[in-house]
């Protein structure tokens, strides 16, 4: 049977893991079950696709303190939370958290199987997008220390007489700069370059330098 993801379950019901053990590994998944949090902490999943499922309510640890523990050891698979007795301050604080999913029980078996198919698409995207912003950022490499303080200030706003002032350089060398930037990462325009640096580190020691001068 084809492998569809891997899954935490994080669950102090021994009877309602069994159940959604068997179904979800009936169907192809496979899946880890925890009966203590703390220890699975110890045992984060570093498989793909992944998803963690985790009641609200458990023994000595909270879906919502497990959760804000994910993210402080800056795990980004989805959760889904499971519950019975939840609060809805307990439910709001949950998104607020970014829970995938938040299904009560008594749920049925489309309801839990839909919500695994679509957090094994949400870690897929996530992964994807992960990937392609460490690719832009390896693609910095190719530029020059001058290059990237140019391609900085032109993402802060910077107007070529604002980035000639900065860095004392002239109009005709900051243009050329800028150029030669947009054919190293193979951009046509600035609204491009915008799009490609978000969320990239471009600072540089000399660029803090210049803005304070």
Known sequence: MQNLGHIDLVDDDI?????????LTSVGH?????????????????????????????????????????????????IIYISAVSTPRQTIQAMKLGAHDFLIKPFDRKELLDAVALGMLTHIRLSEM???????????????????????????GYGNAEIV????????????????????????????LMRFTQGLALESDSVHRAKSQ
């Open 15 to 23: 009877g309602l893991t069994e159940a959604m053990h068997h179904l």
């Open 30 to 78: 496979e899946v880890r079950v925890w009966t203590d949090p703390l220890v699975f902490l110890s045992h984060l999943p570093n498989q793909y696709p992944s998803v963690i499922i985790t009641d609200m309510c458990m023994k000595g640890m909270s879906g919502l303190e497990l959760h804000r523990q994910l993210i402080a050891m800056g795990c980004t698979v989805p």
């Open 130 to 156: 992960k990937r392609q912003q460490a690719d832009r950022q390896r693609s910095l490499l190719d530029l020059t220390p001058r290059e990237r303080e140019v391609l900085f200030l032109m993402c802060s």
């Open 165 to 192: 002032d900065a860095l004392h350089i002239s109009l005709a060398t900051t243009k050329q700069y800028k150029t030669q930037i947009k054919q190293k990462l193979q951009l046509n325009s600035l609204s491009e």
